[in-house]
């Protein structure tokens, strides 16, 4: 039986969630995943998970935070003044706000969450929600093409 090595393509289902139990992300949202095995497409621990399975079969891997979104990084917390949201948003713990930064010559539009408001003072966060938790995945190899 033939076993997923470096550079297949391969289709799979998957469903993740938080070391306690809460889902986090599932292929049954968005339909199997289909990727080069060492492209770099999808996390390295993922792609590590998958070597060796065979069309069929089904496993569980573990990902620390390193093999999946990083760790929590400081520098992506940020205190900026109320007023930089304009009048018509009231920023508040928990809120997930659509920002607008430039990076590369470009201005993208990415989610940050409001972590903290003192007074005047708004502490967002630009890390990705699931920087620093470890994920669990179950795993289907669909099919090696």
């Known amino acids: 039986m033939r076993r997923v090595q470096q550079g297949d393509q391969v289709i799979l289902e998957y469903d993740g969630t938080l070391t306690d139990g809460k889902a986090v992300d599932s292929s049954t949202d968005s339909g199997p995943l289909e990727f080069e095995v060492g492209s770099g497409n999808v996390f390295p621990g993922f792609e590590k998970g998958i070597l060796d399975m ?41 809120m997930i706000l659509g920002m607008t930064i430039e990076r590369e010559g470009g201005k993208h539009k990415i989610p940050a969450l409001v972590v903290d408001v003192k007074g005047d003072n708004v502490t967002i966060d630009f890390n990705h929600p699931l920087a620093g938790k470890t994920l669990v995945y179950q795993l289907t190899l669909k099919a090696i093409k």
Request: charged share 25%.
């Open 54 to 94: 065979a069309a069929g079969e089904t496993k569980t891997i573990t990902l620390s935070p390193e093999e999946a979104y990083g760790l929590q990084d400081e520098k992506l917390l940020h205190t900026v003044k109320k007023g930089a949201f304009g009048n018509n948003v009231d920023p508040k713990p928990g």
